[in-house]
């Protein structure tokens, strides 16, 4: 299978700060990629996406950022808030099929 | 719109049982998967369906079937349960391959 990576399983971050979270992507023939937030319990809920044309993309209050040279992807999250407490994933899909892989997941606290 | 919905949320087996988990869209979408999320492995597809009538194999289906009857039901059958299908299972829609996934409240399955 593939290898979706996060740099760091935990991240902390005070209440008001920005958060940057990092996902490292293995095949360079993936052309579309996804942030997810689970929340405890529940389901992973769309985030943002962005397809390998781009290298940014803005929604509220969060950028995505991709760099296929060195095949990595973040998520930034401003002035971050205590419902963005969750875990976050990054997916990746080739493009080649419809098969979707995740990383392992960043859990992401925020102190108030 | 109800979106993905999946029962049971709970089950506990024993090795060797079989059983179904349910998993139902109603927004009309093509596209439906199946996963397994287990602690520090991130979420690995299961079974794939671009379609009724169509299913494909993902990342680790072995001891489990799908079929794809209808647009709106995508059922996972486990046919001899066994304790390393202990996992948190979900169940994942979409209209399109060009969008990201929803995704349902998952069941959580523990084999004894």
């Known amino acids: 299978g593939e290898s979706v990576g996060l740099h760091l399983p935990t991240l902390s971050v005070q209440e008001g700060d920005n958060s940057i979270i990092n996902c490292a992507y293995s095949n360079s023939a993936s052309d579309y990629f996804i942030w997810y937030k689970q929340e405890s319990g529940k389901g992973p809920q769309f985030i943002i996406d962005?397809?390998?044309?781009?290298d940014k993309r803005q929604g509220q209050r969060v950028t995505v950022l991709l760099n296929k040279t060195v095949k990595h992807l973040s998520l930034q999250i401003a002035a971050t808030q205590p419902g963005d407490s969750a875990v976050y994933f990054c997916?990746?899909?080739?493009?080649?099929?419809?098969?979707?892989?995740f990383g392992t997941g960043t859990s992401l606290t925020v102190i108030p | 719109n109800a979106g993905v919905t999946q029962t049971p949320k709970f089950q506990v087996l024993k090795t060797g049982q079989s059983m179904t988990l349910q998993c139902a869209q109603d927004m009309n979408h093509e596209y439906m998967s199946w996963y397994r999320q287990d602690p520090g492995m991130g979420l690995r597809l299961i079974h794939y369906?671009?379609?009724?009538?169509?299913?494909d194999q993902g990342e680790v289906p072995n001891g489990y079937n799908v079929s794809r009857s209808t647009t709106e039901d995508f059922p996972l059958r486990l046919l001899s349960a066994a304790p390393s299908q202990t996992s948190v299972y979900f169940c994942?829609?979409?209209?399109?391959?060009?969008?990201?996934?929803?995704f349902g409240s998952g069941t959580r399955l523990t084999v004894v």
């Open positions: 369906s671009v379609g009724a009538g169509i299913t």
């Open positions: 962005i397809r390998s044309n781009m």
């Open positions: 997916a990746e899909r080739l493009n080649t099929g419809n098969q979707f892989y």
């Open positions: 994942a829609s979409t209209k399109d391959r060009g969008l990201g996934y929803t």
